[in-house]
């Protein structure tokens, strides 16, 4: 038992260890703002959902690497940006251009917005209507009950 949980703990302190801060000198503090920036602007590509600043995985530490190169070798943020782009695509980028390629991400959102609400609204006329229809199916003494009813709830109020 006690081998198990020696094993345990030891794999454990591995994964951690794997999990490494990056740690870049740099040459002023505008180039590590710079830095800092980049890694929240980029998209890690295995992630999907994460930038590559707040990605462990180690695709996004090679990103980090990359920028930090290109940082070093005093690349301006637009083609360190182009750079990442060319390699991956405008998925890359948290922000990607309006194209052809990236349109449904920019007004896809609104366009199932709308419709959802257009859904809404057909479902809403529909229970109205059948709501409408069921009042006017009703005889005539259930019709003047219904009134009398109504009547009395509004002078009760």
Known sequence: ??????????????????AAVD????????????YYQLGQELRCPMCQNQNIADSDAPIAADLRREVYRLLQEDKSDSEITDYMVQRYGDFVR??????????????????????GFAILGVMVRRRRKALAGEVHDLSD???????????KRASDD
């Open 94 to 115: 948290y922000r990607p251009p309006l194209n052809a390629q990236t349109l449904v991400l920019w007004i896809g959102p609104g366009v199932l917005l709308l419709a």
């Open 23 to 34: 740690t870049f000198e740099f040459d002023s503090e505008e180039q590590r703002q710079r």
């Open 1 to 18: 038992m006690m081998r198990f949980l020696l094993v345990a703990v030891f794999t454990l302190l591995a994964w951690f260890a794997q």
């Open 141 to 151: 003494d259930d019709q003047q009950r219904l009134q009398s009813l109504l009547k």
